[in-house]
């Protein structure tokens, strides 16, 4: 599997970290951001914690896409965001 880019800010690369979702750009697992927002962060908090790096409009197409069934990432202990 080589590069494959998902929506406007997302991407999976198998030669970066382990072909794992994450946010263009970055080497921030969509699977991080959205264990925050599951937390209770909202969005803008969320982006802070990562300086900027992955702004609210990509975590909220993150969870968009997570959502909506068009991607899927697991979250830590094996639990599934839907």
């Known amino acids: 599997m080589a590069r494959i880019e998902i929506g406007k ?3 999976v690369d198998h030669r970066v ?3 794992r979702l994450i ?3 970055t080497r921030i697992l969509v699977s991080d951001v959205l264990e925050l927002s599951r937390a209770g962060l909202v969005l803008e908090q969320v982006a802070k914690q ?3 790096i992955v702004t609210a409009d990509a975590v909220r197409e993150a969870k968009a896409l997570v959502r909506r ?3 899927k990432e697991i979250l830590s202990k094996t639990q599934t965001v839907a």
Do not use: E, H, T
């Open 9 to 11: 800010n997302l991407l």
């Open 17 to 19: 970290c382990g072909g």
């Open 23 to 25: 946010f263009k750009g």
């Open 50 to 52: 990562y300086a900027g």
């Open 69 to 71: 069934g068009l991607v």
